[in-house]
């Protein structure tokens, strides 16, 4: 007997505001950094802001795991053939890789003849992305995901083995990273290519600020697992339980984390918490699943979704955001001087970037439900002069 259809997947308040959290602590981070003066940068404002700059990128992977769900089980719902699905998630992360060559190859142009070359090959935000997309895809489609035809305890038994498969890939990157930074390097290879390894560039040593695929592309997997957990059986059921553990599951991977850390056990070389640890890493996966349950539970009982959500509005079109905003805070087109501005002026700035975006990105929104009702309409003509 078959099982009887999953209800449609609804859109995710609480995932679309934790995005559009990383869209606001993007923002306010690259405008400051951007704009302030050095006296300001002295100031506990600007340490603040700067620390705060650690999570949009944490942020945005962990999603793009989570929204990989989401969208491959919208497929499945619909019995899309598995190949189509594949062809879809990849295409989607050769797409968003494009797009990170294409604003680099924009910053380089606008940036010229100030710009070096070699910023052409740097690996941003976009490009781990796009590469997290497609190894995703390629590990979705060695898991083999059942049809929905098939009986819900098989599905179940899938669901489980691809959480597992996708934790254990987490982890194997996570623990590849250290070496891969310090005595292992794969020195062997031209340094635009080592980079997506180890976020080398053009230094003698890995860059923490760059994005590389070891430990970047970890994240993606945790949000693909994450994603698995909460559309589950269980978690459809009991979704205020199953954040509930999520959140719990945070707490335990921080003390772990501290645990590890703090004992004299050490199996690599070269050690750096801060940077490349594995235990950096189960410190910042357990920061996202608290986050993940608290911005669950401000959208279910507090007052995120009453009324129009900036936050929201910002995580439905985080990429456009997140192109749009560069060129005025850190290009040719910066609204203010950079590196001369007093934190009042930044600020005012920063309002401004703020609306402004937050404008573009409504007319986006928009935009896209007029092009979609526009085509519903004429689907509907079509169909009545053909009856």
């Known amino acids: 007997m078959s099982a009887t259809p999953a209800a449609p997947f ?5 995932i679309d505001w934790m995005r559009g959290l990383a869209c606001v602590a993007m923002i306010q981070a690259h405008c400051y950094d951007s704009w302030l003066n050095t006296e300001a940068r002295k100031t ?14 944490l942020i945005f992977l962990f999603l793009c795991g989570v929204s990989f769900v989401l969208v491959t089980e919208r497929l499945r719902q619909q019995k899309r053939p598995s190949t189509e699905i594949f062809k879809t998630a990849l295409l989607r992360g050769a797409e968003i890789f494009g797009f990170g060559l294409l604003l680099r190859v924009q910053e380089f142009v606008l940036g010229y003849p100030k710009s070096p070359w070699t910023d052409l090959f740097r690996v941003d935000v976009l490009n781990i992305l796009g590469a997290s997309l497609i190894l995703m ?11 929905l035809i098939s009986a819900r305890q098989a599905d179940q038994r899938w669901r489980n083995r ?64 994450f994603g698995l957990f909460i559309l589950s ?42 940077h490349s640890s594995p235990n950096f890493f189960l410190m910042r996966c357990g920061i996202l699943l608290i986050l993940a349950f608290a911005i669950f539970a401000w959208c279910r009982w507090g007052w995120a979704t009453k009324g129009f959500s900036p936050f929201i509005q910002f995580g439905k079109t985080s990429l456009l955001v997140y192109w749009a905003h560069i060129e005025f805070v850190y290009g040719r087109l910066s609204m203010l001087p950079k590196g001369r501005s007093s934190i009042p002026l930044a600020t005012l700035g920063m309002v401004v970037i703020f ?16 092009a979609s009702a526009r085509l519903k309409t004429a689907t509907t003509q079509s169909l009545s002069e053909a009856m």
């Open 137 to 147: 895809a390629l590990f979705w489609r060695l898991t083999t995901a059942p049809s």
């Open 233 to 274: 059986n269980f978690a459809r059921r009991r979704e205020v339980l199953a954040l509930a553990i999520a959140g719990g599951i945070g707490v335990v991977a921080c003390a772990l984390s501290l645990w590890w850390d703090y004992s004299r056990t050490r199996i690599y070389a070269v050690y750096d918490y801060w």
């Open 44 to 57: 506990v404002l600007y340490r603040w802001s700067q620390e705060l700059s650690t999570l949009p990128a």
């Open 355 to 370: 609306a402004a975006m937050l404008g573009i990105s409504i007319w986006r929104t928009r935009a896209r439900t007029r």
């Open 162 to 225: 691809t959480i597992s498969l996708a934790l254990l890939a987490a982890a194997a990157i996570a623990v590849a990273t250290p070496p891969l930074w310090t005595t292992h390097r794969l020195r062997f290879l031209p340094w635009m290519l080592e980079s997506y390894i180890n976020g080398v560039h053009i230094y003698d040593a890995p860059q923490p600020w760059l994005f590389a695929i070891f430990p970047w592309c970890a994240f993606a997997f945790v949000g693909l697992a």
């Open 10 to 14: 609804p859109r995710l308040a609480y």
